[in-house]
Structures are given as C-alpha cells and as structure tokens.
C-alpha cells in the first residue's frame, strides 16, 4: 500500500468509514462512490487501518477474479485468497412431477479453482490475522464442519512417533489416494520406511514431501521433486490438510451412518403407509448404495446431502459455511451490494422448492433440506459487520447503515462522468460501427450490451465477420474463459467485447471509452436505472469516455439516468475548476488477474483476434457509403459495399477487401491450428467455421471480379 496515495475524497471516505467499523453499535456503513473513483482502494484503506480479517463478496464470478487480482497488487504479503463456485458446469439434480422427469447431477469441476477453495479453508485454520478472502456468494452454500477439517489435518513433526500404518490410515481418512508410480496432487507412495506426499493445496499446495522414518520415530521431512525426487529443501513440520471440505472423521462417520439408518427405515415406512411402493424402493436403493460407499471409502458422488449427519446437526439447523472458518470479529465487504445484496436473499427460496420434489419422490431423504444456503437472515447474523460498496446503492443498504451514506464522486483521475448520447435505432449498426471504428483507430477500447445471450453472440460472429477483433461474454461462457476474454482485450488482443450482463459492476477497464448500449429504450431489469448507471461507468475510467444509447423513446429511466449523470458530472467538473486540474485517463488495469489463468492459452475461446489493420478498411468503407432517399444501408457484410464509382476504381476496391479477407483467413488458420495443438477442440472448430466462412466470401467477391 505504501506505494499508493489516497486522493480526492478518498480520504474522508476512509477516515469515516473506519469510524463506522469500529463502531460496534452499528450495522453496517455505505460507500457511495461513482465508477473509477477507486472504491476497492478505499476499501483497501480501511483493512489496513482496521487489521482484521476480511471477506469481500461479489455477485459474479468475473468480478471476484478483478478483485482477488487488486487486493493481491495492494496487499502482497498478506493471505489473500479466493472463494468461488468450482464448477464450470452444474447441472443440479431434479425432478418434475408433471412430465415424470429425473434429472441427474452433471458437472464439471475446475481442479484449480478447488485447490484454491480449499486453500482459503487451510489459511483460515491456521490462525493468521492478515487474511482477505474473496467470495461470490458461494460462501453461503454449505460445507463442512470447520472442526472436522482441523481435526482430519495431519501435522508432521521431525522427532515425532508415529505408527506408520497409523499414519497411512489417516492419510486415506483425509482422501488422499495411494499410488505406486508418479505423484499427482492428493496422493501418496509408500517405499519401506519412506512416504511421499503430494499435498494438493494450503502453505505446501503442490509441494512434494518425503518423510523418513526410523522405527516409529520421523526421522526427517524434505521437499523432493516429484519427478526426480531429488531433495530440495528440509523441513521440521507440516501439515496436510484434508482434500474436501466434506471430510470427518470415522467416529462421525459411525454415528452419521447409524442415523441415516435410521431416517432411512422412517422414511420407507412413511412411503409404504401411503401405498407408495415405487419410491420407497428408490428411496432404499439410492440410500443403501451412499451408506456403502460412505462405509467403505468415506466419501459418495453427494455426500453433500448427507452433511447434516456428517455435522452431528439437528434437523433444520443451517448448516457450516465458509463464514463460519472465520474469526468472530471478521469484516464483511459486500461489493456491488445492490445487485449481491438481492442474490444472497434469493438463494434459499430456488434451492429449496428443488430438493422438496426430490425428497416427496423417494430420490433424497428430508435431511438433503438441510444441505442449502443461508437464509437471508442467517446471513445477516453472521454479517455483524458489514460495508455496501456500490455507485446505485439499493433501499436495503441505506436503511441498514443507519444513515452513514459516504459518499465518493470524485476520481483520483479527477475524469468527469461519461456523457449519456441519445441515438435513434433506425441507424444504430452503422452509427455503431463507425464509433468502434473510430475507437480502434485511436487505439482504444468498446463493450457493446445487448438485452440476451442470443443477441450478443450474433452481434459478436457478426463483428467477426467485417474483420473487427471481437469477442462475447455471459454467463455460459467458463469462468477462467471470462477472464481471460477481458484480458484479451487489455492485452491489445480484441478491440470489442459484446455482453449481456456481465459488464455492468465493477469491472476495471480503463482502456474502454466507448460504451454501446443497444434496446436502451426497453424498460427491465437489465435497462433500469442503476443498470444505465453501472454500464455507462465502464468508460468512466477513460477522458474520452462516451456511452451511446440506442433506442425509439425517452423512457422515464432514460430521463432519470441523464439527470443524475448531469448532476454528477457539474459536481466534478466544479471541483476540477476549482482546484485547476485537468482529468487523465486511469493506468493500465487487469494487476494480478492473469494469476488465476496458469498456462492457459492467450487466446480465448471465442474470441477473434484478427488483423487490426482490416479495422482500417472497414472504417473506409463506412466512409464511403451512400444513402438512398435518406436510408441508411444496413451494415449486413461486406459484400453489400459498392462505392458507386467508375468500374475500375470497383474492380481495385474489390481487390483490395478480398486481399483483406486473404489474411482473415490465413490467421483463422493460424487460431485454428494453435487451438487443436493445444486440445481446445471447441475453440479450433469456431475459427475453422469462421474460416470457411470467409474464403465463401472471398469466392463470391472473386465471381462478382468476374462479371
């Protein structure tokens, strides 16, 4: 932090705020700051001056990844961790009566993204203060008891006694698999008087260790290459930690057993009273199964559903979440709050209605009710004290920070708020363009929104087509894809990036400064007021910043959205008159993302990063056409482009776009090829359609040249 400088009103923010924290008597504090003013800096500001381990929780993943990366730059020697949902596909078990139709979990889970899960469990239980943990709201969702994690963990100490069979036991017992050849992460291989451990995570995270005993006495503990085994360093203690948050241990596992028996057998009886054969059947088979692998392996696809045994919990009691590896006197930061806020307290209400059908049907016993989120008000309890972090804070906040409102509207930048331009739709594709074009040129950047995930993918395949580097994101897309497609776009490597709602909150592009907001007239969740407001701040970190709003009609949230910019922006402009500053455009974003992509291929998966010199020529050929009667041409490809000139000006402006379109495809090509050696088969068979794509087009140029 030393390196950094509050600035603005930065300052008084933070003075205030740290006030308000400790406060016990209060709830909680509000920080109202604009986009760009550097909200997560203050907020920064305040951890340090306060010394006390922090949760920060966003609404998405995206964000959460911006935010480990800057906490990671303002925080260097602290714990600072990330917690998000592992999945990078979930498709939840259910049922619907009506159609009799069972649906089996599916999943995909990120190894890297569990290792670092589990990582920020092991940071929690080792006691240290200077933890920052970063969550999405998967911190509610349910994990193990805190105390089984610690107890299952094995401290290795030079000089200790352990029976080595004892030890092999208790490695299994915190699944960790045994191997005979080369070591993976959660493994371990025995040699006479010799284990080596692979641990998958916490302070030796894929770290190779090999302890050597002498009898029953740990004679010493080094750190080996796991490939050549070669010593690297000596230790005197470790710990390995389990390598699922799910883990207990075998006295819990006796007990838990026997109660799920016990529910079970109720449960068979309840069907068969209500002459219900058919589910109590499935209700036996399905139950039996889990109890056996349970029993044998301490684990089954599920276990999840069966926590509130393995927890010794009573029915109905909330289950262990990540808030509960904290320390009592944490500090919660809830980041964007009037969208995370709304999303922590609807969590509860879809779970529950899914898991009722599968426990009236005979697919979970009632105890699964009890593997859920918190309820809103368990949050609350938990969240004793609470920062909202948000440029639209929503009713909720106000009226819980007890009239502590801090506000934050001037950027250490000292740029004014982007200016709201009204346009009409009838020519939106060519005024779009000509605006990205224009952007491009000067070596900038632009995010287009539309209203669905649908709309966003032609427009994106549709600025592929005409040669602008572009890409889509929404929630469909892989986590660390998300990512990396807003890193594609710092590093230089896209020009657009087309979304949905992904790039409304919080995230730092200072390279952005244009913001394209198309059906800005429809009215909705994703066109309200705090929607306009946290899109158009995306170019808020830029002096060239401009949002275009495309739409038919003046809406009431259209008019509220200009008049609250205006007042914004006379305010900063008066402060920079009055103190004779001039506004620069924000440093380079993206400080630490990049750590969360590992070896990942710069190119995302979507993504077109073709030629940027082909931007030129589109920029030309927007230029140059014509209108007939006053209507626009619309801006459908680039065979539709005709100067109207003689025929061999023609016949040298089509060979000039067919040329442009011959180095389209040779880099299509490259993509393609680059893709398949790295096994992203998904992303080789896009760029070989867009490929074909364009050598379609340059055939149909080529016949045209012959006519």
């Keep these: 932090m030393a390196e950094y400088r509050p600035m603005g009103d930065q300052p008084e923010a933070i003075e205030r705020m740290v006030q308000a924290v400790k406060d016990n008597s209060r709830r909680g504090a509000t920080l109202l700051g604009v986009t760009g003013s550097g909200k997560t800096f203050t907020v920064a500001n305040v951890i340090e001056q306060v010394n006390r381990p922090t949760l920060v929780i966003s609404h998405n993943k995206t964000l959460a990844a911006q935010l480990y990366g800057e906490f990671k730059n303002f925080f260097p020697n602290n714990a600072v961790e990330y917690f998000v949902s592992y999945y990078d596909y979930y498709q939840p078990e259910a049922y619907l009566p009506s159609t009799d139709t069972y649906i089996e979990k599916d999943l995909s889970i990120n190894e890297n993204i569990e290792r670092m899960r589990l ?74 008087e010799t284990i080596d451990i692979m641990a998958s995570f916490g302070e030796f995270g894929n770290q190779c260790f090999r302890i050597l005993f002498f009898d029953r006495e740990i004679e010493a503990i080094y750190s080996i290459d796991p490939e050549t085994g070669q010593k690297l360093s000596s230790r005197e203690v470790i710990t390995i930690y389990p390598t699922n948050l799910f883990v207990t241990t075998r006295e819990h596992i006796k007990h838990a057993l026997s109660n799920i028996r016990n529910d079970l057998d109720k449960q068979i009886a309840y069907f068969e009273r209500e002459g219900r054969e058919i589910e109590a059947q499935r209700i036996k088979q399905r139950v039996e199964y889990d109890m056996e692998m349970i029993n044998e392996l301490g684990y089954c696809s599920g276990i999840e559903n069966y926590s509130r045994y393995l927890d010794g919990r009573a029915p109905g009691s909330r289950p262990f979440c990540l808030m509960d590896y904290f320390p009592p006197d944490f500090i919660t930061v809830i980041d964007e709050s009037h969208v995370t806020v709304p999303q922590i307290r609807g969590m509860y209400g879809g779970d529950r209605s899914r898991k009722e059908n599968l426990v009236e049907y005979g697919f979970r016993l009632p105890a699964a009710l009890d593997n859920r989120p918190l309820k809103f008000n368990e949050f609350e309890r938990l969240a004793t004290n609470s920062i909202y972090v948000s440029a639209t804070p929503a009713d909720y906040e106000i009226e819980h920070s007890e009239g502590e409102i801090i506000e934050q509207f001037i950027r250490p930048t000292h740029i004014i708020d982007p200016p709201l331009k009204l346009r009409d739709s009838l020519h939106q594709i060519d005024d779009m363009l000509e605006a990205m074009c224009a952007v491009a040129r000067r070596g900038e950047k632009a995010i287009a929104t539309t209203i669905s995930k649908a709309s966003a993918e032609e427009l994106s395949r549709y600025l592929e087509r005409i040669g602008i580097r572009s890409s889509y994101i929404h929630s469909d897309i892989e986590t660390l894809n998300r990512i990396q497609i807003l890193e594609d776009l710092r590093e230089d490597r896209l020009d657009v990036i087309v979304g949905v709602n992904l790039l409304r909150e919080g995230i730092d592009l200072p390279e952005v400064s244009l913001v394209v907001i198309l059906d800005a007239d429809k009215e909705g969740f994703l066109r309200n007021e705090r929607a306009i407001t946290q899109i158009s701040g995306r170019a808020a970190r830029h002096t060239n910043g401009q949002t275009l709003l495309y739409g038919d009609v003046v809406t009431r949230t259209l008019r509220a959205a200009l008049l609250d910019s205006n007042r914004r922006r006379a305010k900063q402009v008066a ?30 998966n979507n993504a077109n990063t073709g030629n940027k010199e082909s931007i030129e020529s589109i920029a030309d050929m927007l230029k140059n056409r014509t209108q007939d009667s006053g209507t626009a041409i619309a801006a459908e490809g680039l065979a539709d482009y005709n100067t109207g000139g003689d025929g061999n000006n023609r016949i040298l402006e089509q060979n000039a776009i067919n040329e442009s379109i011959d180095r389209l495809i040779d880099e299509a090509r490259k993509d393609m090829e680059a893709a398949a050696r790295n096994l992203d088969f998904l992303a080789a068979a896009r760029h070989r359609d867009r490929m074909y794509e364009l050598q379609r087009l340059s055939d149909k140029f080529a016949r045209e040249l012959l006519k």
């Design 119 to 192: 990582q920020t469990v092991a940071t929690l239980l080792s006691g240290r203060r200077d933890v920052i943990v970063v969550s999405s709201v998967s911190c509610i969702y349910g994990c193990g008891n805190p105390e089984d994690f610690h107890a299952t963990a094995i401290e290795l100490r030079v000089g200790d006694k352990h029976h080595r069979k004892d030890l092999l036991i208790r490695l299994v017992d915190a699944l960790y698999t045994r191997v005979d050849g080369q070591l993976q992460p959660a493994t371990f291989r025995v040699t006479g």
């Design 575 to 604: 402060y920079n008159y009055e103190n004779n500053i001039l506004p620069r455009s924000a440093k380079k974003s993206g400080h630490g993302q990049s750590s969360l992509l590992g070896d990942r291929d710069n190119g995302s």
